[in-house]
Every structure is written in C-alpha cells, then in structure tokens.
Nanobody, 122 residues
Framework: QVQLVESGGGLVQAGGSLRLSCAAS????????MAWFRQVPGKEREFVAY????????YYADSVRGRFTISRDNAKNTVYLQMNSLKPEDTALYYC???????????????WGQGTQVTVSS
C-alpha cells in the first residue's frame, strides 16, 4: 500500500519557522512530482509549492514565494517544506501530494497524506 505521511506541524508565533516533512514509499515517490497544498476549514484547497522528479523544477504560490522552500531527498523518499517568516494567514492543514506531472491543480495528484496542522499565532 502507498503511504504519504506528513510531520512537523505545530503552533508558532508570527515570524517564526517550521519545517514540514513528508515521507513516502518508493513506488509513490520515485518518478513523481511532489507538491504541498493547504486548506483552511470552509475554504478550498490551496496550492503551495511543487517540485519535479528528480528536483529540477520548482514552483511556488505567490503567497509563499520568498518565504517557503520546497526540497526533496530522493534517497530518503522524503519531501520537505521549510517555512520561514510565518504569518497568521499561513494557518492551515498542510498536505503533501504525489503525481505524474507538476501542477497547481489538486486533482492532478494521485496520492495524498493525512495532513499536518500549522497554526501561526499573532
């Protein structure tokens, strides 16, 4: 069975940092583009960032560009999201996703983790 497991979420003050991790099985991770999305209750899922296989192409949402960094360690089948200068509006449930191509549209991704909560206090 394919698994994506996020970790690293928590409660931080505005201006602080967190690093999210997403551990994946090899059959999911290898050759797949990886992405991070986030969702606030009552609102649609929002694209955050993606990174291609093996990592040559990266794209960020305007709202996080310059503050967040996506990376992947292919040997460990893990993708990361380094989140700096966090703002209260970054508060959301963060999901990692895997798919065959890079996209900002969530239906393009085949596999999803359960999510990790990020809460930024003001």
């Amino acid at each position: 069975q394919v698994q994506l497991v996020e970790s690293g979420g928590g409660l931080v003050q505005a201006g602080g940092s967190l690093r999210l991790s997403c551990a994946a099985s090899a059959r999911t991770f290898s050759s797949y583009n990886m992405a991070w999305f986030r969702q606030v209750p009552g609102k649609e899922r929002e694209f955050v960032a993606y990174i291609s296989w093996p990592g040559s192409s990266i794209y960020y949402a305007d709202s996080v560009r310059g503050r967040f960094t996506i990376s992947r360690d292919n040997a460990k089948n893990t993708v990361y999201l380094q989140m700096n200068s966090l703002k209260p509006e970054d508060t959301a449930l963060y999901y990692c996703a895997a798919g065959p191509s890079g996209s900002i549209i969530y239906p393009s991704y085949d596999y999803w983790g359960q999510g990790t909560q990020v809460t930024v206090s003001s």
